[in-house]
């Protein structure tokens, strides 16, 4: 059940990540079409752009780790 869980990690992290920008995305939208929010409008994109950037690294390194664990018990599995 692990393994299994393992092995689908990275899928499933690039999912969460496709799902978060989708989100932000459409949050995006919702500031662009409501005429109240039009005079920092400019400075909540940049705020946004912000976190989505920290956000996407944080995955990126998550799946970074999560593979050199899976090459590591590659190598030990091999050498047994």
């Known amino acids: 059940m692990i393994l299994l869980w393992f092995f689908e990690a990275p899928e499933i992290i690039e999912d969460k990540e496709v799902e978060i920008a989708i989100t932000l995305g459409i949050g995006l939208?919702?500031?662009?079409?409501?005429?109240?929010s039009g005079r920092s409008l400019h400075e909540?994109?940049?705020?946004?752009?912000?976190?989505?950037?920290?956000m996407n690294k944080m995955i990126h390194e998550q799946h970074e780790i999560?593979?050199?664990?899976?090459?590591k018990r590659n190598k030990v599995k091999k050498s047994n």
């Open 29 to 36: 939208l919702i500031l662009v079409l409501d005429k109240r």
């Open 44 to 54: 909540k994109i940049h705020r946004q752009h912000d976190i989505i950037d920290k």
């Open 66 to 71: 999560i593979m050199d664990i899976s090459n």
